[in-house]
């Protein structure tokens, strides 16, 4: 059984007047927050108020930058090339680390968005160049990847600190990549069913594939998404039987 493990959330996705997810309640529960940075969803005001939360509960904060698709939420692939791509990471990090400056805090590492970070995970090309945006931004900065894959490798090469993650409400291939939304076994909206599974792959190391046996992963934090009715409830669940498995939850950096 892990010793520690984080717990992170995609928050500050809303936009003008508009909200998504309950900020304010996740960010009592998890320990590092990927905060959206203008592309997929937000805007300074939100990146701004969103940063103050976190930072007023000790929360770490990651940049979540994403493809610049409002009406998609960032969940479709814009077609780019990789030193495009790396340009709008360089932006949309650099957007946010201004903006945690004024709400005193920092911008520790940086987690792709949606179709960017399922396109990082697996195409070698894309995830060498957000490395390489992210070491000439900071090289101090980290990067947060889907376990085993194409953006975990890149961030090594590129002499990064790397953290893996896994997910608590998504369902995964054999291969390694998440089950694309749509597809049966995508999601996992029983939080008592996501946090069974989760304590099962602490113990053994070996995560549930649709598609065929279980595989091996590593993991330094768990993501439950921000966006849906039940983020809240799960997140709060899957804490509670982690903390009852004797699992210290804390963020993967420190404050």
Request: with cysteine; proline share 5%.
């Amino acid at each position: 059984m892990a010793g520690s493990i984080d717990l992170n959330s995609d928050l500050g996705e809303g936009f003008g007047p508009w909200t998504m997810g309950d900020d304010q309640n996740m960010l009592e529960i998890v320990t590092s927050a990927n905060i959206a940075c203008g592309g997929h969803a937000s805007d300074p005001e939100t990146m701004y108020q969103t940063l103050r939360m976190a930072r007023q509960n000790n929360v770490v904060v990651g940049a979540h930058p994403g493809y610049n698709d409002r009406e998609g939420f960032g969940r479709r692939i814009i077609p780019m090339e990789p030193p495009e791509i790396g340009r709008l990471v360089t932006a949309q990090t650099g957007a946010l680390t201004s903006m945690a400056a004024l709400a005193e805090t920092k911008v520790s590492y940086v987690k792709p968005h949606g179709a960017l970070g399922n396109l990082a995970a697996r195409d070698a090309d894309v995830a060498a160049a957000i490395a390489q945006a992210v070491s000439k931004i900071d090289p101090n900065m980290a990067i947060l990847a889907i376990s085993g894959t194409q953006l975990e490798h890149a961030a090594r090469r590129a002499q990064l600190s790397v953290y893996s993650e896994i997910f608590a409400d998504r369902g995964y291939l054999s291969s390694g990549q998440l089950v694309p939304r749509g597809q049966n076994g995508a999601m996992i909206h029983d939080a008592q069913e996501a946090a069974q599974r989760l304590i099962s792959f602490l113990d053994t190391g070996l995560m549930p594939a649709i598609d065929g046996d279980p595989i091996p992963l590593e993991a330094h934090s768990i993501c439950v998404h921000g966006d849906s009715e039940t983020a809240v409830s799960m997140a709060r669940e899957v804490k509670r039987y982690l903390i009852e498995a004797k699992v210290t939850v804390e963020a993967f950096i420190a404050p």
